[in-house]
């Protein structure tokens, strides 16, 4: 059965940032994840997780000023200073909260720019040795160019490739079922090829992103997927709730801790 975690970024904004913890265990979550944990103190976070038992599933490496429409470095040939320095900073949280996997995001870039590629291929390279010191897997997630246009890395397959030919065995695709059937479609089959080296999931219906129980998406097939493929990992709730957070999980009492 999949292990879900809320995506506090999303999710539960009824409440504080911190009160979110409380309120997605007190929902029968027992992971959370969330886009960035920079704005609270690392020992905050990793205080609400213990008190509530939650595990910390996943979050980002900060993506550059994100206020003024960064996202991420990776493929920026002239940020490699910056990259750096966040990576360190992403792992100061991720050991103070207990977070094996970090999301590297990788910019505002063509795709087909060879400067892009050189840059992005040595960005993640350096941060999967960093966080393989740590014992920390890097995923990297294609973003649809709807959601994103201009996204460097919109593309799951081309994704696929350049993960499986860098050959590091701590980089690891982060496979959001929301984008890939916004880019590509065909998402069982996709699942089907591509779960040996997905290292997280996440959700949303499409195309209106909400709760992952209706719209073109079938999903208590693809969570029965998931099982027959035997997924060890978590599933991430990316979905921004159509009205209050508690009155959409409907979907998800099957699944809660009880």
Known sequence: MPVFAANLTMMFNEWSFLDRFDAAADAGFS???????????????????TRNGLTQALFNLPPGDW????????????RFDDLAASIAKGLDYAQAVGAKR???????ADPNDPVAQKAYHRSVVYAAEKLSECGIALLLEPINPRNMPGYFLNNVDR??????????????????????????GDVATRLRQLIPMTGHVQIASVPSRHEPDGEELNYPY?????????????VGCEYIPSGHTLDGLGWFKPFARR
Request: charged content about 20%; aromatic content about 12%; some cysteine.
């Open 222 to 234: 693809l969570f029965n997927l998931l099982d027959e493929l035997d997924y060890q990992g978590f």
């Open 67 to 78: 206020q003024a429409g960064e996202r991420g470095m990776a493929a920026l040939a002239l």
């Open 102 to 108: 970090l999301h590297l995001m990788a910019g505002l």
């Open 159 to 184: 994704a696929a490739d350049f993960i499986q030919g860098l050959g590091l065995s701590n980089v690891k695709l982060q496979f959001d079922i929301y984008h890939c059937q916004i880019i590509h």
């Open 31 to 49: 992971a959370v994840e969330y886009l960035f944990p920079y704005g609270e103190k690392s020992e905050a976070i990793a205080d609400r997780l």
